[in-house]
């Protein structure tokens, strides 16, 4: 059901939000109720019900899947973590390199330091 994620907060996983979207669906029970039944949190429970209809096509238009997001993350990442040729600029920057015609592969046509 949960896995460690630190000493304070508890992750569950993707199987056990999979099932506990499903029993809530299925339930007559509400959310409340379900959330409570399985030792979870309410908001938690019903986050997860509105990304599994996200995910389904139910969702309002121009809300973002599971794997939009997962992608969105990565390519925030990407952004934030400076390039080669980015990092081989600074270097031969600060290196007094400029103007030596220093070619770094992978930089395109202005690669050239």
């Known amino acids: 059901m949960v896995s460690k994620k630190s000493n304070t907060s508890k992750r ?4 056990f939000k999979r ?5 809530a669906l299925s339930s007559e029970k509400t ?8 030792g979870v949190s309410p908001e ?3 986050g997860w019900v509105k990304q599994a209809k ?6 309002p238009a121009g809300a973002l899947t599971t794997a939009e997001r997962e992608e969105l993350v990565r390519l925030r990442r990407k952004v934030r973590e400076p390039s080669t040729c980015a990092r081989a600029s600074a270097t031969g920057f600060s ?3 400029r103007g030596l015609g220093v070619l770094i592969p992978g930089c395109g046509p202005l690669g050239w330091l």
């Open 44 to 46: 938690g429970l019903r």
């Open 31 to 38: 959310v409340t109720e379900v959330a409570r039944d399985l």
């Open 12 to 15: 569950c996983t993707a199987e």
């Open 19 to 23: 099932d506990a979207v499903a029993l």
């Open 95 to 97: 290196l007094g390199t």
């Open 54 to 59: 996200i995910d389904r096509g139910e969702g």
